[in-house]
T-cell receptor, first 115, second 111 residues
Framework: KAGVTQTPRYLIKTRGQQVTLSCSPISGHRSVSWYQQTPGQGLQFLFEYFSETQRNKGNFPGRFSGRQFSNSRSEMNVSTLELGDSALYLC??????????????FGPGTRLTVT | ELKVEQNPLFLSMQEGKNYTIYCNYSTTSDRLYWYRQDPGKSLESLFVLLSNGAVKQEGRLMASLDTKARLSTLHITAAVHDLSATYFCAVSGGGADGLTFGKGTHLIIQP
């Protein structure tokens, strides 16, 4: 099976702009989660989507939003970018099973730089 | 709020030595995961621990889970340079927070 894919891989934006990141999960995985990774805060959970519905949400401002499509592909959007939004954004997909729990399979990430 | 603490955060060791990374978490959970991250890369799943007393081994790495103590360990046996990476533990709280990650242990193994 193909792994989780994310586009674009690298992005440079200016403060105040908005950005949309895309994620395609592993085939058959209906849950997609997003994480932000920074040197200071580490890995932080943004939100999770399952069957086109946001199921869980982390502690991030409303500028961070997402959605999931019927084919399980997901996008996240960040509006009014701030310098502190510079980070590696990781998408992960999962398929709950008794043997593997909700083990998450991560994509390569999108490196966002805000200038 | 679920908190996950790893220690040490930085570890430099010599090839051939043994060492253990510790992962403590603050609330009840029976789902714990270990991931590896190489510089500039994404996270690779290493171990899935789903019950008290679970022990998993892969090569020179062995992970265990004690849900009563809220503790997981990642033990490295006879370390080799290829194991140099950052190792994360992550706990599933079963609630609204997705996976909660520790800060990671940056492991350097020197010849």
């Amino acid at each position: 099976k193909a792994g989780v894919t994310q586009t674009p891989r690298y992005l440079i934006k200016t403060r105040g702009q908005q950005v949309t990141l895309s994620c395609s999960p592993i085939s058959g995985h209906r849950s997609v989660s997003w994480y932000q990774q920074t040197p200071g805060q580490g890995l932080q959970f943004l939100f999770e989507y399952f069957s086109e519905t946001q199921r869980n949400k982390g502690n991030f401002p409303g500028r961070f939003s997402g959605r999931q499509f019927s084919n399980s592909r997901s996008e996240m959007n960040v509006s009014t970018l701030e310098l502190g939004d510079s980070a590696l954004y990781l998408c992960a997909s999962s398929f709950f099973s008794p043997d593997r729990g909700d083990e998450q399979y991560f994509g390569p990430g999108t490196r966002l730089t805000v200038t | 709020e679920l908190k996950v603490e790893q220690n040490p955060l930085f570890l430099s060791m010599q090839e051939g030595k043994n060492y253990t990374i510790y992962c403590n978490y603050s609330t009840t959970s029976d789902r714990l995961y270990w991931y590896r991250q190489d510089p500039g890369k994404s996270l690779e799943s290493l171990f899935v621990l789903l019950s008290n007393g679970a022990v998993k081994q892969e090569g020179r790495l062995m992970a265990s889970l004690d849900t009563k103590a809220r503790l997981s360990t990642l033990h490295i046996t006879a370390a080799v340079h290829d194991l140099s990476a950052t190792y994360f533990c992550a706990v599933s709280g079963g609630g609204a927070d997705g996976l909660t990650f520790g800060k990671g242990t940056h492991l350097i193994i020197q010849p």
